[in-house]
């Protein structure tokens, strides 16, 4: 099992930024890449960024491609996501993931999953 902790959710207005963080805990060694998905009310949940463990090779969507920036902490476990130029439609809330595979854009190649944290973009 892996455990997944998010922080670093809040309100900011349009324009700001965030720095979300994730923590693993437990089996880490059995994971390969992690991952940010989020979710909007009413809306699948979409990939936003992924990381190796190993390489650090990123991957990010397309929407938030120079905008969003993920990277990690091997020492302490920690996957980041740093978001800035905040828009309105980047409401939602932001799932931490952990997967077995080197790359995955959906959320069928993840294994564990944190419990999410809000971000709300005002205008």
């Known amino acids: 099992q892996v455990q997944l902790v998010e922080t670093g959710g809040g309100l900011v207005q349009a324009g700001g930024s965030l720095r979300l963080s994730c923590t693993a805990s437990?089996?880490?060694?059995?994971?390969?890449?992690m991952g940010w998905f989020r979710q909007a009310p009413g809306k699948e949940r979409d990939f936003v960024a992924a990381i190796t463990w190993t390489s650090g090779r990123t991957y990010h969507a397309g929407s938030v491609k120079g905008r969003f920036t993920i990277s990690r902490d091997n020492a302490e476990n920690t996957v980041y996501l740093q978001m800035n130029s905040l828009k309105p439609e980047d409401t939602a809330v932001y799932y931490c993931?952990?997967?077995?595979?080197?790359?995955?854009?959906?959320?069928?190649?993840?294994?564990?999953w944190g419990q999410g944290t809000q971000v709300t973009v005002s205008s």
């Open positions: 993931a952990a997967s077995r595979y080197a790359y995955s854009a959906t959320y069928r190649g993840y294994d564990y």
């Open positions: 437990g089996r880490t060694f059995s994971s390969s890449s």
